[in-house]
């Protein structure tokens, strides 16, 4: 099983940019499909975006055009760029792995996750 461990989180103004990042150990990182979650108070655990093992991504429309999801094998890392952040994007995000073959969106689907980060978008 793989532990993640998430950092690059913080506060930022409407149309900011920050970069997440999720380091992983214990597991075979690069036969892990890693995933992007976020958790907005209240609210129900939202998929945000995923990357393949072979580099193939899939994000959840709201973000599309504005988030990139990346990773680095040898260096066990993956990656969140997020330009353009609005109020909307403020929630904890989290990074998760799933040993699967198939892109999945489903949370149960993701075995493995980290103990999250928390994005301020303000106004």
């Known amino acids: 099983q793989v532990q993640l461990v998430e950092s690059g989180g913080g506060s930022v103004q409407a149309g900011g940019s920050l970069r997440l990042s999720c380091a992983a150990s214990g597991g075979t990182f690069s036969m892990y499909a890693m995933g992007w979650f976020r958790q907005a108070p209240g609210k129900e655990r939202d998929f945000v975006a995923i990357?393949?093992?072979?580099?193939?991504?899939y994000y959840t429309d709201s973000v599309k055009g504005r988030f990139t999801i990346s990773r680095d094998n040898p260096e066990n890392t993956v990656y969140l760029q997020m330009n353009s952040l609005k109020p909307e994007d403020t929630a904890v995000y989290y990074c998760?792995?799933?040993?699967?073959?198939?892109?999945?969106?489903?949370?149960?689907?993701?075995?493995?996750w980290g103990q999250g980060t928390q994005v301020t978008v303000s106004s």
């Open positions: 990357i393949s093992w072979n580099g193939n991504t």
């Open positions: 998760a792995a799933s040993p699967t073959t198939y892109m999945s969106t489903l949370s149960s689907d993701f075995g493995s």
